[in-house]
């Protein structure tokens, strides 16, 4: 299996990442691969690609812009829209690469990511299959969730504070992004024990803009593009309830796929079942 570095331009930032080809004499289907709020691609998302590409797809992964290999200001920050730009930039990308089958053009998205792949599948033709695993549903549902009533006050005040201070030239406030004791701190050990690439920090903006961001608004008009979504059980961080509901707006074809697990571990302990479902509904709809 080969694997390269690639480039590309969106909006006048350079997003970076990896294109994988498999070994078979092309034109391939290629699939791109987008990691969540805070995830980089050093952190897995290669052990999803290497069994897409055994299945006979080449594989387009890119961290987003201000994250990981990518460039862009402010780093750590995550603005949902310009991601979904982004991603809409890395279909242009793929479609341009020699050896590669533009009319077979997939899109794998994870968490946060999860989400844009339902708003870009919604949005964008050239995309021919999707799939979308523990997907963010809803911004503000979610920023309520994690900012509970008795703080909320006080966070607003503080996101207000740091816009005021954007304003006179400081530097954007950041929060941890993997907080002590909590899934996201136990996923980035898995897979980065040394905290030698993850920068564990986000902007605090980064949560207002999570905020204003729908993504099961968009999960109507994805049809007739084919949806998978694999789902985790135990989900506290973007909640199953919500995720089955957004499923349920969808129109056909479109398959849920459920996993007894919680939101990072399809990342690690339960890869294989999740990677297997993504990987059969890629073959279906794009081999």
């Known amino acids: 299996m080969d694997r390269r570095d690639i ?36 952190l897995g998302i ?67 990511a999860g989400g844009h792949v339902l708003t870009v599948g919604a949005l964008d033709r050239r995309v021919r299959c999707v799939v979308s695993q523990v997907p963010l549903i809803s911004g503000r549902r979610t920023f309520d969730a994690w900012v509970p009533v008795e703080k909320r006050e006080g966070f607003l005040a503080r996101l207000a504070a740091d816009r005021d201070a954007r304003a006179q030239g400081h530097p954007p406030a950041t929060t941890a ?27 605090v903006r980064s949560l207002e803009l999570l905020r204003t961001y729908e993504p099961i608004s968009f999960v109507g008009d994805i049809a007739p593009t084919p949806l998978l979504m694999v789902i985790a059980d135990h989900d506290t961080t973007t909640p199953t309830d919500w995720q089955v ?9 479109k398959r849920l796929v459920r996993i007894d697990c919680r939101h990072y571990e399809p990342y690690s302990s339960h890869l294989p079942e999740a990677a297997a479902a993504a990987t059969d509904w890629f073959k279906t709809h794009l081999l």
């Open 177 to 203: 992004a993997a907080t002590p004791g909590s899934e996201t701190e136990e996923w980035v050990r898995h897979f980065d024990p040394d905290g030698r690439v993850y920068d564990n920090r986000m902007t």
């Open 245 to 253: 509901e957004a499923f349920e707006a969808a129109g056909d074809p």
């Open 46 to 112: 290669d052990l999803y690609a290497e069994r897409f590409v055994d299945a006979g797809f080449a594989c387009l992964a890119y961290d987003h812009r201000n994250w990981g290999r990518s460039a862009g200001w402010p780093r750590c920050e995550s603005d949902p829209w310009r991601q979904v730009a982004d991603m809409r930039e890395a279909v242009s990308f793929a479609r341009t690469l020699p050896d590669i089958d533009r009319e077979r053009l997939g899109i794998w998205g994870t968490s946060y």
């Open 7 to 42: 480039e590309f331009d969106s909006e006048g930032t350079r997003l970076s990442g990896w294109l994988w080809r498999p070994e078979s004499p092309g034109p391939h289907p290629v699939l791109i691969l987008t990691h969540g709020l805070s995830g980089i691609i050093d």
